[in-house]
Structures are given as structure tokens and as C-alpha cells.
């Protein structure tokens, strides 16, 4: 086992592989940048190195500022956490040619699935359903008139290297391809350095499924079940859920056995997630492979009753899995919501200084965060600060739970969604688990009853 641990992250998801840690035996080493010199990450790890200046290029992203740091603590391993360099395919093979350990699948898997054209490709041949869509990369606009005529409107124009919902366009009809796929493209190249772009049919009210899988050295592979993540804004996921209210324990053993032999395929090891979308007559199609572990995946360790931080660290270490699938049970029901620093009307971002941080409990709720009273919410980094997550015997029990917990959660000082989740978990589609990646457009338009919203959300 490692002796000592990097956790190159900050924020919520750095504490709670503090958390893992420290249950291990393993010690920690966190990474900050000067703006989070007074975080509760740098505070609760064993060591700390600041790697730069907040700007995200200049230390969380900066590669050779994290491996220095990992070299001059003698960290035998890095955990890069989720977002900033957890997908880097680039990062794991340094990490790989400096001894040190990266807490995730080997580089080439993740560079497999992180160029999705190539992960669609695997997933077919596999035998997994696919959304019908481009055979690879799309070339200019005459071919995707093509394509788009084949597979019939609306079509979504996704990039290659996406990530984050970004680089993506819906396309209504022919006249508006040209300019979205000029868009895409330039969007593509901005964000990702490349300007490869895909198509896919465009599924009007899906649900989005995903499973997590998890794979040891071995070739040991199984899954923990499915996620609902459909409640999203731009692409963006806001409620999550497991299990889905919409799976039969039928349809739930077909996905999985498609995430499954997909992930065997890709020669997957360690934590990942398959997402899959569910059409309305409940048929399901490969979208694309994670290759870390989740902001979601506490709905998860609720259901399963396993650690997925330690399974990825012990897996990483080159121990065995120690369930098969038949171990494997859900028992309950488990929903988390996204707190984030926000304006819970126009959702544009609300730093500042947090006065009041109170944080329910109680039977069945746990609080991920790294937020607390006075603390900065720097505009610097993602706006996500807290995730509610509660369990309940049913799902019924756990939306009561949910309610009450999200109304004795007190953040003053800045504004947060608070608000809008009450809203979301209130409502009566939410309720009979009425849900598509369209649940949210209902909230897009000007309230007609404003949210009640005050300075304490
Ligand atoms: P990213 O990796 O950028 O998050 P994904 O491929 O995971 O992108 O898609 C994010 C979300 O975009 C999905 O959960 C879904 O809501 C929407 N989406 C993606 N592809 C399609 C599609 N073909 N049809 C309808 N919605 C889609």
C-alpha cells in the first residue's frame, strides 16, 4: 500500500480523498494555489506545497508544478481527483515515467476514452448500442449535411475531445448547420486545442443513465449499479440519484451488461462511469466513459455501502477486488443535490465571504464540502460548493429527507441554489421520478412565482 499520497485538487473532492486516507493509514500531501493557502484541504492534509497563483493554467493545471511537489514530499502516488488533470491522458504517463503512481487507468485508456469518436467505436465493437451518429470525425459542412440528412433532424454536433458540456450544439434543420458547426468547431479548438467535432442523432427527452464500473490489475470488472442524472442545466448535472426510478431490474442487468462488456473492451481498470441516454421507449445508447471518479458518486456509496475513493487507491496499489459481482447489493434509495454558489434566478456566479455556514444532519445526510463559516468563495474556481447528499429506506423517504435537510441548510453571505433545489425536489414530476435532460427548461424562463429568495439561501 502507498505510503503517502498527492491529491491534486482542491475544494470538496480534496477532502474527501483526505478522508480516504486517513481511514487507510496513508498519509497526504495537499497542493494549493496562494489564493487557497487558508483552505480546509491545505489545513486537514499531513503536508502542503502551494504550486502557484490562482489562475488555474498557473497551478492546479500546472503538470510539472504537481509532479515537483509529489517529488519533493516523496508522495508515492498522485490522486488527481475529479476535472483539472484527473482526465489527462498526458499527465498519467509523466506521473507513470517519474515513479509515482496516477490514482486512475493507465494513460492509453484514458486517452481511448477521452477522444469519443474512438470510445464510440469501442463500445460498438463490443456490441453495446450507440447513438446513431457519424462514423468518425466530421470534415466539413457538406458531409454533415449529409450525415444529418441520413439520420434525420435535430442532430447534436459534439467535440472529440469534449468534456463539461462544452463544444456541443443542437442543430433543428439544415439552414442553421453551417454556422453551428463552424461554431462547434471554433469552440472545439478553444477549449480542447482541437477542432474535431462528431455528429449524433439528437434524443428529444432523454433520461441520462450512467453506471459505475470498477476494474482491478486482474481483469476483475464489475459494476455498482446506475445513476439517474438527468436533472442538468446546459448540460451541467444538478440532481443525482441512485438507483434510476426508471430501470426494471431487467433493463438495469441489460445496461450494466453493456457497460460492462464495453469497459472489458477498453481494457478498463480502476473507477469509472459509463453514460448512457434512455430513450422513451426505453431504449438506451452508449454516450461516452469517464475514466475518474464522479462529483456524484456518494449516491453511489450510499446505495452499495463501498468506498469508492479507498477501491481506486487499493486498486491502484495492485490489490485484488475484493467483491464479485454477486456481492454486490442496493439496498435504498440515495439523492444528492449540487449546492452551488449562485444567483438561483439568473444563475450567474455569487463569490464572496460565507458569514453563516450551517449544514444539516441527522439520520441518512451526509455533506460533502469544503466550505465553512468566513471562509472565500473565490471566483477563481467552480462555483460548486457543497454536495447534500441524503439516504432514505425508499425513495420516498429520501426526498422527505432531502426537503428537510435543504431547509435547515443556512449559507449567508453569498447566494446559492438552495432555493431552486427546494423547487426541484418539490415538484410533483420530481416526485413520480417524471424526469428527462428537458426537466429543467420549465425553470429556464422568468418565474412566474419568484423563488423565495433572500440573502440567507
Ligand atoms: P460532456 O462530456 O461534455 O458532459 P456528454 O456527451 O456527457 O458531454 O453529454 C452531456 C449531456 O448532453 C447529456 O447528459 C445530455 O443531456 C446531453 N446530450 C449529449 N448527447 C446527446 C444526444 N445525442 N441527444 C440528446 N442529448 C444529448
Known sequence: ????????????????????????????????????????????????VCIGPARNA??????????????????????????????????????????ITFIGPP???????????????????????????????????????RIAADLGYPIIIKASAGGGGRGMRMVGNEEDLKVALDMAMAEAKAAF???????????????????????????????????????????????????????????REKMAEAALAGAREAGYVNAGTVEFLLDGQRRFYFMEMNTRIQVEHPVTENITGIDLVKEQIRIAAGEPLPYRQEDI???????????????????????????????PGGPGVRVDTAAHQDCYI????????????????????????????????????????????RRIISDPDFERGELSTHFMDRYQQPLETPLAVSETS
Open 329 to 359: 447489493r442496493i439496498e435504498g434509495h440515495s439523492i444528492e443535490c449540487r449546492i452551488n454558489a449562485e444567483d438561483p434566478l439568473r444563475f450567474t456566479p455569487s463569490p464572496g465571504r460565507i458569514r453563516i455556514f450551517h449544514v
Open 193 to 251: 486545442g482541437v477542432p474535431d467535432v462528431y455528429i449524433e442523432k439528437y434524443l428529444e427527452h432523454p433520461r441520462h443513465i450512467e453506471f459505475q464500473v470498477l476494474g482491478d490489475r486482474f481483469g476483475n470488472l464489475i459494476h455498482l449499479c446506475e445513476r439517474e442524472c438527468s436533472i442538468q442545466r446546459r448540460h451541467q448535472k444538478l440532481v443525482e440519484e441512485a438507483p434510476s426510478p426508471a430501470l426494471s431490474p431487467a433493463l
Open 1 to 48: 500500500m502507498f505510503r503517502k499520497i498527492l491529491i491534486a485538487n482542491r475544494g470538496e473532492i480534496a477532502l474527501r480523498i483526505i478522508w480516504a486516507c486517513k481511514e487507510l493509514g496513508i498519509r497526504t500531501v495537499a497542493v494549493h494555489s496562494d489564493v487557497d493557502k487558508d483552505s480546509l484541504h491545505v489545513k486537514f492534509a499531513d503536508e502542503d
Open 378 to 421: 473565490s471566483p477563481h474556481y467552480d462555483s460548486m460548493i457543497a454536495k447534500l447528499i441524503v439516504m432514505g429506506n425508499s425513495r420516498t423517504e429520501a426526498i422527505s429527507r432531502m426537503k428537510r435537510a435543504l431547509d435547515s441548510f443556512v449559507i449567508e453571505g453569498i447566494r446559492t441554489n438552495i432555493p431552486l433545489q
Open 107 to 145: 494513460p492509453e485508456v484514458i486517452r481511448l476514452m477521452g477522444d469519443k469518436v474512438m470510445a464510440r467505436r469501442v463500445f460498438a465493437r463490443a456490441g453495446v448500442p450507440v447513438l446513431p451518429g457519424s462514423e468518425g470525425l466530421v470534415a466539413g459542412v457538406e458531409e454533415a449535411a
Open 58 to 99: 498557473d497551478s492546479y493545471l500546472n503538470m510539472s508544478a504537481v509532479i515537483s511537489a509529489a517529488e519533493i514530499t516523496d508522495a508515492d502516488a498522485i490522486h488527481p481527483g475529479y476535472g483539472f488533470l484527473a482526465e489527462s491522458a498526458h499527465f498519467a504517463e509523466i506521473c507513470q515515467e517519474c515513479h
